[in-house]
């Protein structure tokens, strides 16, 4: 009983401080998830009792209602604005909204809530009392920016009360990831997002916004997003951990993939998980033929895009991913039809494949980060040569000994700008070895932090990264010494440091 009682009282702590948490950013949106959990727990029960009496009619009924609850909250407060602006557009009409603030993490409690509220539906929930559910929808760690999490991983957790325990090995774990993620973010990401958000921000203010300049932009961005993501996603694993509470993976090297159904085993995993389970698979996945499965891929990233943001750029995205993986599927299917697998056991092939899917994924986070579709169109003319190409002066004369080859390929030269271009190259060569070369977080962490009931993506290029005995950690003093420069150096990166990207989803 004693044991019961100080597992509910962690419980009931986990959260308060949770609520806290979350109430610190806008106090005035503590009562929208509050109403959140309360009727969609309310909800999940009553579509279980039913269930369980034979009443599916009635089940689904609730559960379309839940559903419907969930979509229109998430869909007043993320996107009305969003909708209003294209009816102005396209009616030519006036009509004035107050600015609507996107409350916090809703994107993100809201789909893990749709996701319990199906399941109950299907009977694969049980009962619970309010205070869990009420921490596995507000579990500070992962609330405001994933990983995505399941009622399975972690509903039963909290009903462990062992691991209300401290556990040292545990928390020492936790801390070693939550350093990492904090250098990842502090150190990395917001070290070369220096050199994404000029382009990005600043694109009227460019005189001439040619392809190096464009790329350099485009590809800082695609490092500062990947840095910044899985940087969060460490942490919240790490302070999780710190509990005794496992969060699922997020990432797992996906700047290594040789194809983008590859890509998305690996970026946000726990995304691609909910979009698979809830949305291809109730659509129909690939039950009723290619045609048929071509679609719902399509319609699966789409709302993918969509759900990251209320804007044009979004919607492309998210459509221009779900036909790379329909071309993706089409190739598969090519390969099979003329015999042609043994490409895949060919290093030289692999390469190819690998730099089409890293230049693809490149001209994708362009719709992503641009603010809208004329910048996006602007920096694609450049990334395309037609703003031509130019080079900083400083560096176009050093090149003499090549003036010949510089000037058939029309390559000019403008003035200023040699600092900033040859920083971006470095930061952008350094972080592409990193992410290639590197072992990732749970390769670095695997004698500690238990990832068996993952499966990991198969790893076709660079396969394992360097998995050598100096880069696996272990408890001793000199891991202990570079997760402590790791965290100090982070700690004096802090002044300048900028909130997480996946925040505004």
Request: with cysteine; hydrophobic share 50%.
């Amino acid at each position: 009983m004693a044991k019961y009682k100080n597992g509910e009282s962690a419980i009931g702590f986990l959260v308060l401080a949770s609520l806290f948490f979350y109430s610190w950013w806008n106090p005035a949106y503590l009562a929208l998830i509050l109403c959140s959990i309360g009727i969609n727990y309310a909800l999940g029960e009553t579509i279980s009792k039913q269930r369980k009496k034979g009443n599916k009619r009635s089940s689904r009924i609730f559960l379309i209602a839940g559903v419907s609850f969930n979509l229109g909250l998430i869909g007043y407060f993320k996107y009305t604005n969003f909708l209003v602006d294209n009816i102005n557009n396209l009616l030519g009409s006036n009509i004035q909204l107050e600015p609507i603030v996107l409350p916090l993490a809703i994107s993100f409690f809201t789909f893990q809530q749709i996701a319990y509220l199906i399941d109950a539906f299907k009977g694969e929930t049980q009962e619970f009392k309010l205070s869990h559910y009420a921490l596995f929808v507000t579990f500070f760690p992962q609330l405001i920016a994933g990983p995505i999490v399941h009622h399975k991983e972690m509903l039963p957790q909290f009903l462990h009360l062992e691991n209300t325990r401290p556990n040292l090995e545990k928390i020492a774990s936790g801390i070693a990831i939550f350093s990492m993620g904090l250098f990842k973010k502090v150190v990395l990401a917001d070290g070369v997002a220096q050199y994404a958000t000029p382009v990005f921000d600043s694109i009227d203010s460019i005189e001439n916004l040619s392809f190096f300049i464009a790329w350099g932009g485009a590809l800082a961005y695609t490092f500062q997003l990947y840095f910044d993501f899985s940087g969060y996603s460490d942490m919240a694993i790490g302070l999780s951990l710190m509990f005794g509470i496992s969060l699922p993976i997020n990432f797992a090297s996906p700047y290594k993939s040789i194809s983008i159904i590859e890509f998305w085993r690996r970026w946000h995993m726990t995304l691609s998980r909910f979009l698979r389970d809830y949305v291809y698979i109730a659509l129909g996945g690939n039950r009723k033929g290619d045609t048929r499965r071509y679609i719902n891929l399509f319609t699966t990233m789409l709302l993918g895009g969509i759900w990251h943001g209320a804007g044009w750029t979004f919607v492309l995205w998210g459509g221009l991913h779900g036909v790379y993986l329909i071309i993706n599927h089409a190739w598969h299917f090519i390969k099979r039809l003329f015999n042609l697998q043994w490409l895949d056991n060919s290093p030289a092939w692999n390469l190819v494949a690998w730099l089409i899917t890293f230049i693809s994924i490149v001209n994708a986070w362009v719709l992503f980060r641009a603010k809208n579709l004329a910048d996006a169109l602007e920096i694609f003319k450049g990334m395309y040569g037609f703003n031509g190409i130019a080079l900083p002066n400083a560096i176009y004369v050093r090149l003499h000994f090549a003036s010949d080859l510089l000037s058939g390929l029309n390559i000019t030269s403008y003035i200023g700008g040699g600092t900033q271009f040859v920083y971006t190259y470095t930061w952008v060569g350094i972080l592409l070895i990193i992410v290639l070369v590197m072992p990732n977080t749970q390769q670095i962490m695997k004698r500690y932090f238990d990832y068996s009931s993952h499966t990991e993506p198969h790893y076709a290029l660079f396969n394992q990264g360097i998995a050598s005995q100096a880069l696996t950690f272990q408890f001793n003093r000199a891991w202990a010494f570079v997760m402590a420069g790791m965290f100090v150096f982070s700690i004096f990166g802090l002044t300048r440091v900028s909130e997480f990207l996946y925040f505004q989803f």
